[in-house]
């Protein structure tokens, strides 16, 4: 069999894989590595960077550059057999890992290079990446006994099972429901964009009227704009216990057990490390030193927002009871509101800031932002392989020409994609034999897509190859560009941030190239550092132009939007102090004879820093993706640690003008071309020439801070 995943193609031939090439590329690619392993090993004894950890690094990337497209395609094309797949080559995966982890000889092999002259004279990277592989020789239980050893095994693949079961569960949760409407009456209040979008959603389905999904943009059109209170109701409850034991498909794909198993395995796996609990654990990996720091800036955060945050609720419930006679503020009713009042006070209408933020302006102008921060040229590429036709694919041309990265764009939404937005690595950059390996990013987020003008809709299943691609942008193929709203724009710019750290890496080794090797609660500072680019007069005028007129973003609602941009700030503070405290709690506190206690801690917390209480049937831990299925489990307060440092780090451009040259040059020297070669706080503090302060993130969030 022909298999693509082993083709050794510059790029991933998506077009060509299928479920059953997978698991025997998987499998052949896992003996590669460990006869690799096995070559090294017994070839000498006097082991060198070049003789062991080069070759180790390029079996490692092999298996990385076919794993990666798999990954990728669970998440955006996700079908039966594309899952089966995905899923069997988990196991064996995890017990590789687990395998080199705990290799004895591979673990002394590394441990004489760390002793032996030859490393003095490896570079800062390559000495970075010894002492990383030494300290995850540790947390991979290399010191265990044997039973121990097995254990530790058993507990990694089935943790790595259940959070793909958790995933899962949420998708189909998340695709089963949705509410066909034929009286447009019913959805009175929603714009014409989401009532377009609606009846695109309800055609491709050969269905009448309108369809309402949970799809992020179809569900928060409906929170904050249709008057149907009872519809916002129903569609809040849907949502809100999706994958649960409440709600429409109670108990059909209920992750209950799934989350008590994971915290369970982690907390034991925590212990068999020596470790108290997993939230330890999750330290040893991070800029923060000890659990009690973590709780400590949670609770001091909580401290100084509270008040803010009880203010804009106080507000809001006057506001309804006066304008609109509800004296019972429900959570359904809570972002209807929130527009309303927010177009009362500040006559400020999302509906209208997306008329000027269609997709074919907000690209071009992000590129143009980061090219007047970094003298970047990023150019379209428009034949390239590929899962969808909306997706596109882009190059990188720093200053003096020289190739730096390239990225897919995948922006909408649609069925069978997993929600939310992220950046993933499809390939890293690392030296090769007279070359450098061009890193290669995915930038994923599920917009709002384009309406046909035609008002018809079509679907493609995957794969598909574009030769040339016939999207070169959402106005092509009959269709109206795409309306994003702001916090849509913010989104594309925190995860380009991503993006940028992955590709303009000058690391060539790939333990520490792009985000590899960076500290888990310094990672965000990158993608949050962009998004200040979203509130600045002059960014703004490259990224907006009205769709109709073309006319840039007029200096009246740009006055609104810096008027309105704290509008319920300390209300959006304590919400994620609220995840971040609940993710770290659940972690820290785990006792094995209680069980995980979710929702007993997510109370605790509700009470110490929340100003809204959900109603009993809401169960948002069941589709906390971040912390049961990704990289955040007892890290979710990284988003707030980081802020720290991005607040921070802007400060400096508010000084000196944010498309300060010197600054721009600083910021990609000392953090985003560094990756993790460097400990984070010595990197930042070179860049910024002090340790960060909280001032700056109180303050770009309209909290004051008491003398």
């Not at 799934?258 to 925590?270: F, G, N, Q, T």
């Not at 984070?680 to 909290?703: C, Q, T």
Request: hydrophobic share 35%.
């Amino acid at each position: 069999m022909n298999n693509p995943l082993l083709s050794n193609t510059v790029l991933p031939l998506f077009s060509q894989i299928k479920p059953e090439h997978i698991e025997p590329a998987i499998d052949q690619l896992l003996a590669d590595a460990r006869a690799t392993v096995e070559k090294c090993l017994s070839a000498t004894n006097n082991y060198t960077w070049e003789n062991l950890i080069e070759p180790l690094e390029n079996a490692d990337d092999k298996l990385g550059k076919a794993w990666s497209p798999v990954s990728h395609l669970n998440s955006v094309v996700n079908n039966d057999a594309l899952r089966d797949a995905y899923n069997a080559c988990l196991p064996k995966l995890s017990a590789y890992s687990t395998e080199m982890g705990q290799n004895e000889a591979l673990f002394s092999a590394y441990r004489f290079i760390a002793e032996s002259p030859e490393y003095q004279t490896l570079t800062v990277a390559q000495q970075k990446i010894i002492s990383n592989a030494l300290r995850d020789f540790k947390l991979s239980g290399i010191d265990l006994d044997n039973e121990k050893k097995e254990r530790y095994k058993e507990i990694s693949q089935e943790l790595s099972k259940l959070a793909s079961n958790y995933e899962e569960n949420v998708l189909d949760a998340t695709n089963a429901w949705s509410k066909s409407i034929t009286n447009e009456d019913e959805l009175a209040g929603l714009p014409p964009s989401a009532l377009s979008q609606a009846k695109q959603t309800a055609e491709t389905g050969q269905q009448e009227g309108w369809k309402i999904t949970l799809q992020f943009p179809s569900y928060h059109a409906v929170m904050t704009y249709a008057d149907n209170r009872e519809l916002r109701r129903e569609l809040y409850e849907a949502y809100s216990t999706r994958a649960s034991d409440q709600g429409p498909h109670a108990g059909q794909w209920d992750n209950s057990e799934i989350m008590e198993k994971i915290l369970a395995l982690r907390h034991e796996k925590a212990q068999l490390l020596g470790f108290k609990n997993y939230a330890e654990l999750s330290l040893a990996k991070k800029m923060a030193e000890k659990t009690e720091d973590v709780i400590h800036f949670l609770e001091d955060l909580a401290e100084k927002s509270l008040p803010q945050a009880q203010k804009d609720l106080d507000e809001l419930r006057a506001f309804a009871d006066k304008h609109y006679s509800i004296n019972d503020l429900q959570s359904w009713d809570l972002g209807y509101y929130s527009e309303k009042m927010r177009q009362h006070f500040y006559q400020l209408s999302q509906e209208e800031v997306k008329a000027y933020f269609p997709d074919t302006r907000v690209l071009p102008g992000l590129f143009a932002v980061v090219k007047k921060l970094y003298g970047l040229n990023i150019s379209e590429i428009n034949s390239f392989d590929s899962w969808h036709p909306d997706v596109r694919f882009f190059q990188i041309h720093d200053k003096d020409g020289q190739l730096r990265g390239q990225f897919y764009l995948d922006l909408y939404a649609r069925s069978k994609k997993r929600g939310g937005a992220w950046m993933d690595d499809c390939v890293g950059r690392k030296k090769t034999s007279g070359s450098i390996q061009i890193p290669v990013a995915y930038l994923t987020c599920n917009f709002t897509p384009p309406i046909a003008r035609d008002g018809g809709a079509t679907t493609v299943p995957y794969g598909c190859q574009h030769s040339p691609h016939p999207c070169g942008s959402s106005a092509a193929a009959g269709r109206e560009p795409a309306l994003l709203t702001h916090d849509e724009i913010t989104t594309l710019f925190h995860e380009f941030g991503h993006g940028l750290q992955h590709m303009l890496t000058k690391i060539d080794y790939l333990g520490v190239s792009g985000i590899n090797g960076v500290e888990w609660d310094a990672v965000e500072l990158p993608s949050q550092f962009m998004e200040n680019w979203c509130w600045e007069k002059e960014s703004l005028q490259l990224v907006s132009g009205h769709y109709q007129t073309g006319e840039t973003l007029p200096d009246s609602l740009f006055d609104k939007m810096i008027a309105a941009k704290n509008f319920q700030a300390g209300m959006v503070m304590v919400r994620q102090l609220e995840f971040s405290l609940f993710d770290f709690r659940i972690h820290q506190d785990f006792n094995p004879a209680l069980g995980g206690r979710i929702y007993e801690i997510l109370e605790k917390v509700r009470t110490q820093v929340a100003v809204i209480q959900p109603p009993k049937s809401n169960r948002f831990p069941h589709s906390f993706s971040h912390i049961f299925a990704g990289g955040y489990a007892a890290g979710y307060y990284s988003y707030k640690w980081a802020e720290v440092l991005s607040s921070d780090a802007f400060s400096l451009f508010e000084e000196k003008g944010i498309f300060n040259q010197e600054a721009g040059n600083a910021f990609l020297s000392n953090i985003l071309e560094l990756g993790g070669s460097k400990d984070a706080m010595e990197l930042y503090v070179n860049f910024r020439g002090r340790k960060p302060s909280i001032d700056a993130l109180l303050r770009h969030n309209g909290i004051g801070v008491a003398a």
